[in-house]
């Protein structure tokens, strides 16, 4: 009978680091190797040089891991599962729910960088081929980093299902590679993902089991009543604001976690964080402003403590970008009676302030005001002492503006909220100037829509 191939996860320390070897002798249960990852080195991130077409073939999108396919989806999912959850535990049809650690710890998912890096920096990537029996092996720094090697001599399945015969499943030996990096060491438990062997054509190490969940949770503790939970979170692609719902927010002093949309350098922290946010709702809600430099991936909340404890699950995020129709301002004069003396800079785009131009130099005697009527509709007409309406009364009016003018060009900035209910609303704008001694002049007009 042909003896199939295993390959052992052997834990060595070269500068701790933990490799894939040839078979040895089994441990009692899960073993430690006598260190921990600080919160401020949970993110993990991938160099794609993998040569192997097989790790990268994975093209198909999952709502659950936003903007990344192929082996960085593969490594995403290997780690995560020593987390709590993320977003609905879906992704993997060999398991119910990705994230089964259950204890106060999170990885942080933060793309793709340039390089290896060191061994602080938190990086997985392939290295040409290995000795022996080695399929992957894991350098440790302890609590300021680690850095993770796949040999390149092997041929890896990105998945998303079975591991075809032959071939080695990413996502479970990243599994095991993370579960070093994150403090442990080899399992005696033959169905743990730290046993020290992997099979090719086998995805069984991709669920941590029980002995796996006991070793973390003596490294970090079980998950705490109070620890911080995403269930949540909705973006508004206007004002490019996101709103967490979740529990146990602190009150203050909250950041938030995005995956960067750029591929970072090898050093340095690549967490993008907007910091000092307030939550509401007794602690149940986060909004934060998400900056551009923030791209698909995940997000995660740090509450205001220390502690294991104090970061969230991960959650799904993608920053769509928003659709809609354009602004748009067209010039509007009727018959032609009215002087043209309204104008505007840019037409009215939603979460940015119009700017209108009133030129109030032509005003009889001098104008002590200019303003703005805006209704919903337009008109030709009727002709007042004033000069020809060239906005419809009896339709619905939006505002009047009115500022002090300064007998020449009167700027009116009008603020244009950034809500999608607005989109496309349409409308007629007419200037006019006024004083007291000499009335009202009406402007020419603009038709606008409000846009993008």
């Not at 998912?109 to 060191?118: I, K, L, P």
């Not at 090697?149 to 990243?174: E, H, I, K, Y």
């Not at 995940?298 to 991960?314: C, D, K, M, P, Y």
């Not at 109030?360 to 200019?370: E, L, N, V, Y």
Request: hydrophobic content about 40%; some cysteine.
């Amino acid at each position: 009978m042909r003896l199939q191939l295993r390959l052992l996860l052997a834990a060595c320390l070269l500068s701790t680091a933990a490799f894939l070897l040839a078979p040895a002798r089994s441990a009692p249960a899960f073993s430690k190797l006598g260190g921990d990852l600080a919160v401020a080195e949970r993110s993990f991130r991938v160099f794609d040089n993998f040569a192997d077409a097989q790790s990268n073939d994975n093209q198909t999108a999952d709502a659950n891991f936003p903007g990344f396919f192929g082996l960085e989806m593969a490594i995403w999912k290997g780690t995560i599962e020593w987390g709590t959850g993320h977003g609905d535990g879906s992704g993997d049809s060999t398991q119910a729910f990705l994230g089964s650690g259950n204890a106060d710890f999170e990885p942080a998912w933060m793309g793709n960088t340039n390089g290896v890096g060191t061994t602080v920096d938190n990086i997985v990537s392939a290295i040409g081929s290995c000795g022996g029996g080695t399929l992957a092996f894991t350098e440790s720094s302890f609590s300021i980093g680690w850095r993770i090697r796949f040999c390149d001599n092997r041929t890896w399945a990105d998945g998303p299902g079975n591991t075809p015969s032959g071939q080695f499943d990413l996502q479970g030996v990243m599994a095991h590679e993370y579960g070093h990096a994150l403090g442990l060491g080899h399992s005696g438990d033959g169905g743990a993902t730290m046993f020290p062997s992997a099979n090719s054509g086998s995805e069984s190490e991709r669920s941590i089991n029980n002995d796996d969940i006991a070793g973390l949770q003596c490294i970090y503790g079980p998950r705490s009543a109070d620890k911080p939970t995403i269930t949540a979170a909705v973006f508004e692609p206007i004002a490019r604001t996101l709103t967490i719902s979740g529990n146990f927010f602190t009150s203050n002093d909250n950041d938030v976690w995005f995956t960067p949309a750029a591929i970072t350098q090898t050093n340095g922290d690549p967490r993008v964080i907007v910091r000092g946010l307030n939550s509401s709702g007794g602690g149940s809600q986060i909004t934060v402003q998400v900056p551009i430099e923030a791209g698909p991936g995940a997000i995660h909340v740090r509450i205001g403590e220390t502690g294991h404890h104090s970061l969230s699950n991960s959650w799904p995020f993608e920053p769509v970008d928003p659709t809609g129709p354009l602004a748009t301002a067209t010039f509007f004069n009727g018959s032609g009676i009215n002087p043209t003396c309204m104008g505007s800079t840019a037409p009215p785009v939603l979460g940015t302030n119009w700017e209108v131009v009133i030129n109030a130099a032509g005003h009889p005697g001098g104008a002590g005001f200019s303003g703005l009527l805006i209704f919903s509709d337009s008109s030709i007409g009727p002709t007042i002492p004033a000069g020809e309406l060239l906005v419809d009364l009896s339709s619905t009016h939006f505002q009047t503006a009115i500022v002090a003018s300064g007998g020449s060009i009167d700027t009116i900035s009008l603020p244009i909220p950034a809500q999608a209910g607005l989109l496309g609303r349409m409308g007629t704008a007419q200037g006019f100037t006024f004083s007291l001694a000499g009335g009202a002049v009406l402007c020419n007009a603009e038709m606008v829509t409000l846009g993008l």
